[in-house]
């Protein structure tokens, strides 16, 4: 018999944290990891000095920061840098818009296999699981003994894109995706969307499946 | 005769519509337009005619009328007839001090002589202060006339404010006129032709003090606390709304370009480019003939003028976006503890140094 000893088991999944940690980069600000980051000394006497009752070289200190970017910016805006349109951050919104991050959480939606079945097996997990109550199931049974939800609704007005129903899913049913756009209504009642509403097919959110299971499968389970 | 009156109604007709038709509307989007610019931002871009935004120099057109069509509101218990007179009282002095600022010398064209100034008065610094210390009544009767606790209070500030700095200003100035011994403008512009005579070269002191006083006659940051929008709303004119509103803004960019007027007159130079008399500009269009060289060097120094007062708005808008808001108890011990005796050291020192 050659069962694992407790150790042996804890050494186990040790080692799948640790991997699955490997996969997640540390958190960087600019090419600094953040746990090698030192805090600016500040300066705390508030005093100011004689220098700085002057205030004409303080303000021309300023004014000379504020000139700088205005030149710089102006230049930007004239003459832009490579292909693009200037030089200032500012997203120009319903004409462009961001990339999103990989982690992003937009509207929850369920998944739609090929033959436009969900994969939804209505055990309640996201319903129990959810804190804003948003989602209520009602499940049901096929021909073939398969278990789906006959009823699926989701209240998008209650909703806080929290994303817990999407850890939850044992099936990778329910998945947050990446739309943020037209979720606002004047009337309370559209803003309950049933299952047909929610259904998207898996392709679309092949990118988002393949995230989830590097995120959670690991770490959870 | 009616040369003379041509003349007269065709410069009164040129500062008109350079500052109420070109200035007034487009300073508007300047202020929106370089602060974004200095703080990396886009600014206004939106509104558009059949798809052409024009760099956003249609928004004015856009807020001009928006505030038209807007309800011309007048609070319960208000005053109605001072309520109503405040904007004017604001606006028309801001709009008459620019007459007697020169924009140009004296030339001769066909026989005729010309002035480039609307009044040419021989106490011209004397006529912009009188009538700029007259916009002090607008406010503090808008603010008082209103019936609103805010407007109230900062019609008290601004009088406050006004009141103490307008003698620092006066103080500055005289500097200046001691320097070149003449308050008519004209004669003071035309001393300054060579470079090294301007006055920012002989009042350097005179010229920061005059720039701090101004701004802060013209309640702009850092001395904006009449109207300082995170303490009292919106000051003096809280209470006022359509047309009215657009009087005070109006009034507030006109006593800008007056401020740079008269910096650029006394400080900077007036008419004259740096380096080039107007001898070397006549031998530089003689190719036009006599008359014909005196338009073009007309029309150069009438460019160079408004450049200077392009630069001089970019300043000072550089100067509101850059700097935080003074406290009130800051302001009046800048006003009355700092600027004061540096204004009468500076004309103590100034009468030594034209003694000696």
Not at chain 2, 172 to 184: C, E
Not at chain 2, 268 to 283: C, D, V, Y
């Amino acid at each position: 018999m050659n069962t694992l000893g407790i150790n042996e088991k804890k050494t186990e999944i040790n080692r799948n944290l640790q991997s699955s940690v490997s996969i997640l980069q540390p958190y960087m600000i600019g090419s600094i990891p953040i746990d090698k980051l030192k805090p600016k000394k500040v300066r705390k006497n508030t005093e100011l000095t004689l220098w700085e009752r002057l205030y004409i070289p303080e303000i021309v200190r300023g004014m000379v920061v504020t000139t700088r970017h205005f030149i710089f910016n102006m230049i930007g805006f004239v003459f832009p840098p490579n292909g693009k349109k200037r030089s200032i951050f500012t997203v120009y919104y319903p004409e462009e818009k961001l990339t999103l991050p990989d982690a992003y959480r937009g509207r929850p939606v369920l998944v739609m296999r090929e033959d436009g079945t969900e994969r939804c097996v209505a055990c309640g997990l996201c319903e129990k699981i959810c804190p804003a109550l948003c989602i209520s199931i009602l499940g049901g049974e096929r021909e073939n003994k398969e278990r789906y939800p006959t009823y699926y609704t989701l209240d998008m007005s209650l909703c806080v894109f929290c994303g817990f129903c999407e850890e939850v899913c044992p099936k990778e049913a329910i998945l947050m995706s990446d739309e943020y756009e037209g979720l606002a209504e004047y009337d309370r009642k559209n803003m309950l969307y049933p299952k047909e509403k929610l259904l998207v097919s898996e392709k679309k959110l092949q990118k988002r499946i393949d995230y989830v299971r590097k995120i959670y499968s690991k770490c959870n389970y | 005769m009616i040369a003379d009156l041509i003349e007269a109604v065709a410069k009164i007709l040129f500062i008109f519509g350079v500052n109420m038709g070109f200035f007034a509307p487009v300073l508007g989007w300047v202020e929106r337009k370089q602060s974004a610019v200095m703080q990396d931002r886009v600014g206004a871009n939106r509104a558009d005619i059949f798809g052409f935004t024009l760099i956003g120099l249609l928004h004015p057109v856009a807020d001009t009328i928006k505030l038209l069509t807007k309800e011309d509101f007048i609070p319960a218990g208000a005053n109605k007839l001072f309520h109503t007179l405040a904007p004017f009282i604001t606006l028309t002095p801001a709009l008459i001090a620019f007459s007697v600022i020169p924009f140009g010398g004296q030339y001769e064209i066909y026989g005729h002589t010309i002035n480039l100034v609307i009044a040419d008065l021989d106490v011209g610094i004397l006529f912009i202060f009188a009538f700029a210390s007259l916009s002090i009544y607008g406010v503090v009767l808008g603010g008082w006339s209103s019936n609103n606790n805010w407007s109230f209070l900062g019609a008290m500030r601004a009088s406050a404010q006004m009141l103490s700095y307008e003698v620092a200003m006066g103080l500055a100035i005289i500097g200046v006129i001691m320097v070149y011994g003449s308050l008519r403008l004209t004669d003071i512009g035309a001393m300054q032709e060579n470079f090294f005579k301007w006055g920012i070269f002989l009042q350097p002191i005179g010229f920061i003090l005059f720039i701090a006083c101004a701004t802060a006659e013209n309640k702009r940051i850092p001395f904006d606390i009449p109207e300082a929008e995170t303490e009292i709303v919106a000051g003096y004119f809280t209470e006022y709304s359509s047309m009215k509103f657009i009087m005070f803004w109006m009034a507030e960019f006109l006593e800008m370009i007056t401020i740079a007027g008269i910096i650029t007159t006394l400080f900077l130079g007036a008419w004259h480019i740096p380096f080039i008399s107007s001898k070397m500009l006549l031998s530089l269009f003689s190719f036009a003939g006599a008359n014909g060289a005196t338009i073009l060097v007309m029309l150069t120094n009438i460019a160079t003028f408004f450049t200077k007062i392009i630069f001089m708005i970019w300043f000072q808008m550089t100067i509101r976006w850059t700097l935080p808001r003074f406290r009130y108890d800051q302001m009046m011990k800048l006003g009355w503890k700092i600027l004061l005796p540096l204004s009468l050291i500076n004309i103590f020192i100034t009468g030594l140094v034209l003694l000696l």
